[in-house]
């Protein structure tokens, strides 16, 4: 190893994600919702970091840091999360911010490198107020009206109230400024099995998933459960029940290779044990990086929905639309080589079939995601987990193809 790559120092990069892992700790994990104390309480703990890496920043008008350096030459922008899902894991975000801050404290006081990383931390990419709202709104895609709109899906609190409990309000959002970042670099935890199950260490994105959300809604007839004959039932919750096996039988003759759905909320009105229920309702979601797997698929969904109605009243409700982003091709060459170097070559281009801050970023940069094993696969749970010496190698890692992205553009 040459002397750059051993000035990562391992150890700190373990203290600061237990660390952050001692903040809202819940089992073996973290409970951190968006603007709760302990997600607060996170991201002083960055604030006062920063400047071990000569950066400079604040928390700022939607709950993100970004730190800024005076450093001349190119500058690279790296970062993820703080806050987690609701009893959660402890890697999913902080990963990402702590690779990025130890990039920042080895690369930024190099006199041999030219430029700087910048280190941001983005606001409720978990989606508590609305998905990526810190990234999108860094952007410019949050209006003032979207914040006014946006309501905690845990306690429904205005976004307006938690800004102001937290302190927040009145402040200005940082917001993207062109030129002055060469792009983005993201680091998470894989949150699948791939790179444990064939023993690698790396994982190189090539592009993340695009997120289609829909309400599909099922009218039937409320009833008594006991004096009502089955052959003259109109139960919506049986109706939904079908529509969810039906989906599993057909999807797959019309789907990619690595398309994946999901129902992931049913509610019945009145959700009582003696009522037929008159309503229900069901969550369901696509994810793929084909958007024309995903128009055929919801397609199918809507002729489903058509036949289905026929009996009944069915609406399919489209809420969501994310569109897939492919990662620069110059960022998985940094990447993969930086893995060449660091951690044996044992890596692997892969999409990713989670959502992540990188896919916003790289509508106005380019943009690029390394990650690291998962331990069983296991994310959004408090059982998450990463090996010690994989996080290292990560590390290790990531703060190579920092240097490498900043040299390559510094030479260009």
Same mark, same amino acid.
């Given at each position: 190893?040459?002397?750059?790559?051993?000035?990562?120092?391992?150890?700190?990069?373990?203290?600061?994600?237990?660390?952050?892992?001692?903040?809202?700790?819940?089992?073996?994990?973290?409970?951190?919702?968006?603007?709760?104390?302990?997600?607060?309480?996170?991201? /002083?703990?960055?604030?006062?970091?920063?400047?071990? &890496?000569?950066?400079?920043?604040?928390?700022?008008?939607?709950?993100?840091?970004?730190?800024?350096?005076?450093?001349?030459?190119?500058?690279?922008?790296?970062?993820?999360?703080?806050?987690?899902?609701?009893?959660?894991?402890?890697?999913?975000?902080?990963?990402?911010?702590?690779?990025?801050?130890?990039?920042?404290?080895?690369?930024?006081?190099?006199?041999?490198?030219?430029?700087?990383?910048?280190?941001?931390?983005?606001?409720?990419?978990?989606?508590?107020?609305?998905?990526?709202?810190?990234? #999108?709104?860094?952007?410019?895609?949050?209006?003032? &009206? @979207?914040?006014?709109?946006?309501?905690?899906?845990?306690?429904?609190?205005?976004?307006?109230?938690?800004?102001?409990? &937290?302190?927040?309000?009145?402040?200005?959002?940082?917001?993207?400024?062109?030129?002055?970042?060469?792009?983005?670099?993201?680091?998470?935890? =894989?949150?699948?099995?791939?790179?444990?199950?064939?023993?690698?260490?790396?994982?190189?994105?090539?592009?993340?998933?695009?997120?289609?959300?829909?309400?599909?809604?099922?009218?039937?007839?409320?009833?008594?459960?006991?004096?009502?004959?089955?052959?003259?039932?109109?139960?919506?919750?049986?109706?939904?029940?079908?529509?969810?096996?039906?989906?599993?039988?057909?999807?797959?003759?019309?789907?990619?290779?690595?398309?994946?759905?999901?129902?992931?909320?049913?509610?019945?009105?009145?959700?009582?044990?003696?009522?037929?229920?008159?309503?229900? =309702? +069901?969550?369901? /979601?696509?994810?793929?990086? @084909?958007?024309?797997?995903?128009?055929?698929?919801?397609?199918?969904?809507?002729?489903?929905?058509?036949?289905?109605?026929?009996?009944?009243?069915?609406?399919?409700? #489209?809420?969501?639309?994310?569109?897939?982003?492919?990662?620069?091709?110059?960022? /998985?060459?940094?990447?993969?080589?930086?893995?060449?170097?660091?951690?044996?070559?044992?890596?692997?281009?892969?999409?990713?079939?989670?959502?992540?801050?990188?896919?916003?970023? &790289?509508?106005? +940069?380019?943009?690029?995601?390394?990650?690291?094993?998962?331990?069983?696969?296991?994310?959004?749970?408090?059982?998450?987990?990463?090996?010690?010496?994989?996080?290292?190698?990560?590390?290790?890692?990531?703060?190579?193809?920092?240097?490498?992205?900043?040299? /390559?553009?510094?030479?260009?």
């Amino acid at each position: 190893m040459n002397n750059n790559l051993a000035r990562v120092d391992g150890t700190r990069v373990l203290a600061d994600l237990h660390a952050l892992r001692a903040i809202g700790p819940y089992k073996t994990g973290v409970h951190k919702p968006t603007f709760s104390e302990p997600h607060l309480r996170s991201l /002083q703990w960055l604030v006062q970091r920063l400047p071990e &890496a000569g950066l400079a920043g604040e928390i700022d008008g939607i709950g993100n840091i970004v730190g800024t350096s005076t450093k001349p030459g190119p500058k690279l922008l790296a970062g993820s999360h703080l806050e987690s899902q609701n009893h959660a894991g402890w890697l999913d975000g902080p990963l990402g911010v702590v690779y990025a801050l130890e990039a920042a404290r080895v690369i930024n006081p190099d006199p041999n490198t030219s430029g700087a990383v910048e280190v941001a931390s983005w606001c409720d990419e978990e989606g508590h107020f609305g998905h990526f709202l810190g990234s #999108r709104s860094y952007v410019g895609g949050v209006t003032e &009206a @979207d914040i006014d709109a946006a309501r905690d899906r845990n306690n429904d609190r205005s976004m307006r109230d938690a800004l102001r409990d &937290a302190g927040l309000a009145g402040r200005a959002r940082a917001r993207y400024e062109r030129g002055r970042h060469i792009g983005y670099l993201e680091a998470h935890i =894989e949150q699948g099995e791939t790179l444990e199950s064939s023993d690698l260490k790396i994982g190189i994105v090539t592009s993340i998933v695009g997120i289609w959300q829909y309400r599909i809604t099922f009218t039937g007839e409320q009833n008594h459960a006991g004096t009502t004959r089955m052959a003259v039932r109109r139960d919506a919750g049986l109706a939904l029940a079908r529509f969810c096996v039906d989906i599993d039988a057909r999807f797959p003759a019309v789907c990619g290779p690595r398309t994946v759905w999901t129902t992931g909320r049913i509610t019945l009105d009145p959700g009582a044990p003696s009522i037929i229920p008159g309503a229900a =309702e +069901m969550l369901f /979601q696509i994810r793929d990086d @084909d958007p024309g797997v995903i128009a055929r698929l919801e397609d199918l969904l809507r002729s489903m929905a058509a036949e289905v109605d026929k009996q009944g009243t069915v609406v399919v409700e #489209r809420i969501r639309t994310g569109a897939p982003a492919l990662m620069d091709v110059s960022f /998985q060459q940094a990447i993969e080589q930086a893995g060449a170097a660091c951690a044996g070559g044992r890596s692997l281009r892969m999409p990713s079939g989670a959502g992540h801050d990188a896919q916003i970023l &790289a509508t106005v +940069m380019p943009a690029g995601m390394l990650f690291v094993p998962s331990i069983g696969g296991i994310s959004h749970h408090w059982t998450e987990n990463t090996a010690d010496a994989d996080i290292i190698t990560g590390a290790v890692v990531f703060v190579e193809a920092c240097r490498t992205i900043l040299t /390559q553009r510094d030479s260009a």
